[in-house]
């Protein structure tokens, strides 16, 4: 059975809504899975269906930042949740010195940011 883009979006959108995630964060996650279904990448395989709910009150924590370095801890939360405040960090560092190295600790389903670091990349760094 073929599935167009928009239909794996809205549902995959719908099923982290069903879970309790919030607006952005659900939106994102059907974005982060179809981008890498469609790049031949197994988006589906990365993550557990049914969706499961949130980390409740979850809050990306700066951990250790200098130049070129930071550490961001998820708190356990999904890649949907945090992964597009991970890229922007990077890309802002890496605009700034160059060089960037950003690690996004205590995170399910890392292999998701993978669709955030190419939109930052088509950003030009």
């Known amino acids: 059975m073929k599935v167009s883009r928009n ?7 719908r099923a982290y ?3 309790g995630h919030e607006i952005g964060d659900y939106e ?4 982060l ?17 049914p969706p499961r709910a949130p980390k409740g009150g979850a809050t990306p924590r700066l951990v250790f ?8 801890d998820a708190g356990g939360a999904d890649v ?7 890229a922007y960090l990077m890309h802002s560092k890496a605009n ?11 995170c399910r389903y890392p ?5 955030s670091l190419s939109m930052v990349a088509q950003l030009g760094v």
């Not at 981008?35 to 557990?48: C, E, K, P, T, V």
């Open 17 to 19: 809504e069903g879970a």
């Open 111 to 115: 292999g998701l940011i993978l669709r």
């Open 96 to 106: 700034k010195s160059g060089f960037a190295i950003i690690e996004l600790a205590n």
């Open 65 to 72: 930042e200098n130049d070129d370095i930071a550490v961001l």
């Open 33 to 49: 899975v179809t981008w890498l279904q469609m790049a031949g990448l197994s988006g589906f395989d990365r993550i557990s269906l």
């Open 80 to 86: 949907c949740e945090h992964g597009s405040l991970a």
């Open 28 to 31: 994102d996650a059907g974005q």
């Open 7 to 13: 239909e794996m979006i809205t549902a995959l959108s």
